[in-house]
């Protein structure tokens, strides 16, 4: 399973790195955000149960991705961290890099698990969720209650109506928690790296 995961990591950054190599940076992170973000977005208001299955599936896929970055990060690989050259962060600027990287990753995961609860609110017709006060914007809504949720807020004007979505809830928390945890780690570590050093040459 960890081996899988790893695999996955390693093709996905390839394919980035190969992306920003062949047509730029600003090209590979439009592809990425499009790919991950806008198109499950885009299937989910097509007229078919197929295509919100798929974009609920691409949303997971993502979130599994992210999962495993923040679990890699904060219990280390060093084959992966030397492939990305997480290993090599020497400066201020490189760290602030890393974690305006994680901060995406963060923003990234609050709109996939948003893409994930609006298919469900799709595919169950509408009983997936419980809102109080819907606005016109459906997918809005459930934006917000991702948004809520990863923060561990909860006002409770939107809640889930059935097991499959608490399911996908208390997987958000999880996953907001870890990723604290993960800028924490990083922040420590990297600066503690820094100092060593800068006291050391």
């Known amino acids: ?43 989910l208001y097509l007229p078919s149960k197929i295509c919100t299955a798929t974009g609920i599936i691409i949303a997971l896929f993502y979130v599994f991705v992210l999962a495993g970055d923040v679990f890699f990060s904060v219990f280390g690989h060093e084959k992966l961290e030397k492939k990305r050259g997480m290993i090599d962060i020497t400066s201020v600027h490189e760290m602030r890099e890393e974690i305006i990287s994680a901060l995406v990753k963060y923003i990234g995961g609050i709109i996939s698990f948003a893409t994930i609860y609006n298919g469900l609110q799709h595919l169950f017709q509408g009983k997936a969720f419980i809102i109080s006060h819907p606005t016109p914007i459906p997918y809005f809504d459930l934006l917000y209650f991702s948004l809520v949720t990863i923060t561990t807020v909860g006002y409770g004007n939107i809640q889930p109506g059935l097991w499959v979505s608490k399911i996908f809830v208390a997987s958000e928390i999880l996953f907001g928690v870890g990723f604290a945890l993960l800028l924490i780690t990083m922040l420590i570590s990297v600066y503690i790296d820094i100092q060593r050093k800068k006291k050391y040459k």
């Open 1 to 43: 399973m960890l081996r899988a995961l790893v695999a996955i990591l390693n093709f996905l950054s390839a394919l980035e790195f190969r992306i920003a190599d062949k047509l730029g940076e600003a090209t590979a992170i439009i592809f990425h955000f499009f790919l991950f973000w806008m198109f499950p977005i885009i299937l």
